[in-house]
């Protein structure tokens, strides 16, 4: 599969140490990294096993067509260098140091209590021969992948090989295709898009195994890298980030401020050889290629930054509101529709009515184990915290119980930093700043401290804001396990959020620094 003559390119030792530089814990570490990460893989195999053992007993595997893609991209190197225990502290800009992850999370790597990731180190060598990870859209260790094909009714050469150029786009055609069905021009009374891929059913007839490739033309595009397939050719631009390095300044012309290469991957399989500087009018017929792919879909404005897309503003149902009322139990809303309150000022005040045995339970909370924050009452006691990636819990508690009747419980958050604005001038330094939190019970303040750095980026994205109890994950197991559900009566809860405004004496600061900052570059 993989030619005889194919070279191993060389290890980045420029963003990686080798093996054998690596500590005694370093390597011990990710050794049990690695372990996990193999036993998953065994168990989704095994998983994907039973699902074709069902489909043969039940007599269907004969005419079955079977499509196996062994990921969705190149192996992910977002642990970075010496892999997390919380991905989420990834995509907030932390690492986690080597001791850390081995006094707190060694023995339950892989477990419910990590969001795991291995060192890059270990992606590197998975991509093997091919260089790179998932996001380096202009290196086939980030876009290539196996896939295998089975359909024993239609493809009598098992075990064959086929070497087109496929991409996933093409699965679909090539469904309809075996399925005898032609794709609708309207859904609903909806006109369809064009769908744009090539049917390769052809390759499953061993008389087309060495048939040339039908999709000839294909680009690729990710985070300002990119590259452009012509036919054997491969115009890829260099990689000029890590994944792992999310926080530096953008490229203010991702596609004109790169170098760019050239391979034939018709003799050079894993993309080694350079031949950019033999051929310069071919880099410049790829690149206008290129370019008119990009028009047609839709790729430009081309956008090389990564956290800041983060915290970029989307259409949503909360966009450009300041004020947000609930006035019953709610659970399940996604982060996306839900207030932000990352880089802001903030104030959260919940009217209840304790019965006359106590109320305890969530008021509200959004995010979990891994990060978050959680407005609730312990033993009656009104509490705030918020969750710092599982490595420190930040909690504001007031030292009475709420007697019963009525009570209003709030928590005001002053934010000292600039905010989200500073993206705009490819500046991080309005993100993640420090902050006062102050809880009052009926106007009286019961906890008030600072709070040194606060999360820049995001909360865990697949927990819910939830209102009146807590669902998945709780933000602090020493307190309380979900539901957590409130036993007070819950007559409103208000959110006010005020996001930071640049001064023009910012905005100046921050222009200069960008213009001082591209022209170094």
Known sequence: MIPADAKLPPWPKEVLPEWDQLSADEKKLFIRQVETFAAYAAYSDHEIGRV??????????????????????????????????NEVAFFNGVSVPVEVQLKKYYDDWGSEKTYNHMSAGWAWAFDTPFSWFKQNASRLGGIRQGMAISWPARIKDKGGLREQFV??????????????????????????????????????????????????LQYFEMFG??????????????????????????????????VLELYDLNKDFNQTQDLAAQYPDKVQALKKRFIEEAHKYQVFPMDDSVAARIVAP????????????????????????????????????????????????MILTSGGRFAGYGFYLLKGKPVFLWNLLDLERVKWAGSEALSPGKHQVEFDFSYDGKGAGTLA??????????????????GKVVDSKVMEKTLPMILQWDESFDVGSDTLTGVNDEDYLPPFTLTAKLDKLSIEVDR??????????LEAAMQAKSASD
């Open 425 to 442: 001038y490819n500046s991080y330094s309005g993100l993640g700043q420090s902050g006062t939190g102050t809880l009052k019970v009926d």
């Open 167 to 216: 991409h996933v786009i093409d699965v679909m055609p090539t469904i309809l295709e075996a399925a005898g069905i032609q794709a609708p021009e309207e859904v609903d009374g909806i006109k369809q898009a064009p769908i744009e891929g090539t049917s390769f059913a052809y390759t499953f007839d061993a008389q087309n195994a060495k048939a040339p490739s039908r999709h000839k």
């Open 225 to 258: 890298q990119y590259a452009l397939y012509d036919d054997g050719w491969l115009l890829s631009t260099k990689v000029d980030r890590a994944p792992w390095q999310v926080y530096g300044a953008a490229n203010s012309d991702p596609l004109n401020n790169q």
């Open 314 to 361: 989307r259409p949503n149902i909360t966009a450009g509101r300041k004020t947000f009322v609930y006035t019953r139990p709610m659970t399940g809303l996604p982060q996306g529709d839900s207030p932000l309150l990352l880089d802001a000022s903030y104030r959260i005040s919940a009217d209840l009515e304790v019965p006359q045995e106590g109320a305890e339970g």
């Open 500 to 509: 930071p405004q640049l001064s023009p004496e910012d905005i100046q600061k």
């Open 52 to 85: 074709i053992q069902a489909v043969e007993d039940i007599g269907k595997l004969d005419n079955t067509l079977i499509i196996y893609i062994n990921g969705d991209n190149g192996s992910s190197a977002e642990g970075g260098p010496i892999g997390t225990p």
